[in-house]
T-cell receptor, first 114, second 111 residues
């Protein structure tokens, strides 16, 4: 199993550009998450999904969009990039169960908006 | 909503000493408390977790304690080794599908 994969690893965007961060998992997990990690600030939840066709906002959803058309893929879309979106983005997945369990994280995408 | 505070933000210990990281949470409904370790350039990885029906859990050199009354939980690492150097995050969750993370503790273990 590859686990959770993310592409690209690094990206530099100009203000106003758009891009999609890709995330895929091969563990047949229902739950998938997008976090951003700013220095000294921990992980903030952007969006999450409990299954194909279902998405919901997290703590910091503004400026982002997601879709979940398959169990495997959970792309994150930035429509109009702003410097405040400079961060490291992590995708994670988790199996369903009685309450939460381990989240498996991808290696991250480092995004710089200038 | 849930708020998780984590202390200290940095911690330096000598190899072989113990390290303790503490977290407090605000929502008394929270019932799942994982700890993640993040090495440089990698995603976080679960090292231990505890549910609210248990007061303590141990896995070799790592232990987690939970005080539901005081709403705090702690990570204890004994006999620290240089490879324990990393950033550690606590998190909390109620019966929703989300985790709220603390701000992290950078642990440095000096040989």
């Amino acid at each position: 199993n590859a686990g959770v994969t993310q592409t690209p690893k690094f990206r530099i965007l100009k203000i106003g550009q758009s891009m999609t961060l890709q995330c895929a998992q091969d563990m047949n997990h229902n739950y998938m998450y997008w976090y951003r990690q700013d220095p000294g600030m921990g992980l903030k939840l952007i969006y999450y999904s409990v299954g194909a066709g279902i998405t919901d906002k997290g703590e910091v959803p503004n400026g982002y969009n997601v879709s979940r058309s398959t169990t495997e893929d959970f792309p994150l879309r930035l429509e109009l990039a702003a410097p405040s979106q400079t961060s490291v983005y992590f995708c994670a997945s988790s199996p369903p169960g009685l309450g939460l369990s381990e989240q498996y994280f991808g290696p991250g995408t480092r995004l710089t908006v200038t | 909503g849930e708020n998780v505070e984590q202390h200290p933000s940095t911690l330096s210990v000598q190899e072989g000493d113990s390290a303790v990281i503490k977290c407090t949470y605000s929502d008394s409904a929270s019932n799942y408390f994982p700890w993640y370790k993040q090495e440089l350039g990698k995603g976080p990885q679960l090292i231990i977790d505890i549910r609210s029906n248990v007061g303590e859990k141990k896995d070799q050199r790592i232990a987690v304690t939970l005080n539901k009354t005081a709403k705090h939980f702690s990570l204890h690492i004994t006999e620290t080794q240089p490879e324990d150097s990393a950033v550690y995050f606590c998190a909390a969750s109620d019966n929703t599908d989300k985790l709220i993370f603390g701000t992290g503790t950078r642990l440095q273990v000096f040989p």
